[in-house]
């Protein structure tokens, strides 16, 4: 038996999601998806980080299931390929049945397993069908069948750089052109329209005007608090897609003693364009009231992309 066989591999994963919820239920599915996971409908996209979001759409999918009739779910390979040594993209087609009846029509998915120490784990899935609510309870498989064939040909996941370098990196880059004043360089590294978000606002930057107003702020914060040394330091990333990381960051300002700045943790989805990456999206853990604000007032919850889709009514997303 060949174990580096990628069909393989992926036919184990698929397995073992049949075999988790049989033995546990959806909770025993935890171990078998990577956090960010990108869920991918032909009429949603939407990104889950936590434990607690993710349990609640699978649970609803497969109460949905059962209250359609069907009592199995079988996940068959139909082809995979390794990315690269620790990323592997394959498409399936899924049957649902109420013992050897089909229910529903079957359809074809892709899907991006990652390699982990504990393993290989879903990082992202495309799914051949339509859903109207997350968590999800009614769904639609339509006659046509998505063509996932040319997929994965320019996917970041071939490199062999790590999503992690490729973020400190970015926000490294940044943080200079913050720090500098360079405003135009600032803008160059980001793509417009983008989106910022904290705890309570949602600003959509469509020209580099739009942006000013932030890096304006951050130098004046800079100067008035004397502050020596700005940085931001990137505590996890990942590919969440073939053009896509999601990053999380802390912005730090020494000295951040008495009277100092506290640190605020950030999330950054950076998005690839020919060989350059840009930012597309970024949060902030903020609970300011106003935007802009002339203080930040950090807090220790930083809102999920889920959350925020919901806030701004900018979920479901065709694609």
Known sequence: MNTDDPKLIFQNVLDAMSQAVAQDGVKGLM????????????????????????????????????SKGVDKVIRLASKATHLSANYIDGIYVSHLLRGTLPIVRSYTNRAVIRRTTDGWKLTETMNGFRHNTWPIRVFSVPDEVPDYTSLGIEDSRRSALEPLAIYQTFINAMTRANVSGNFEDYCNRCLFPHTSHTNNHDTKNVTKEHSRVFFDALLELLEEHKVEDFMRIADH?????????????????????????????????????????????????????GYPYRHPIPTEDLMTQLAIQKRTNTWPTSQ
């Open 237 to 289: 990333a990942e590919f969440v897609s073939a053009d896509e990381i999601c990053g999380y960051h802390t912005a730090r300002f020494l000295p951040d003693g008495p009277g100092g700045l506290a640190p605020v943790k950030s999330r950054m989805i950076l998005k690839r364009l020919g060989t350059r990456w840009f930012m597309s999206s970024v949060t902030n853990s903020l609970s300011n009231e």
């Open 31 to 66: 171990p078998l998806f990577s956090l960010p996971y990108l869920h991918l409908a032909l009429d949603a996209k939407i990104m889950l980080e936590t434990r607690e979001d993710l349990i609640a759409g699978l649970e609803a999918f497969y109460q949905t299931l059962a």
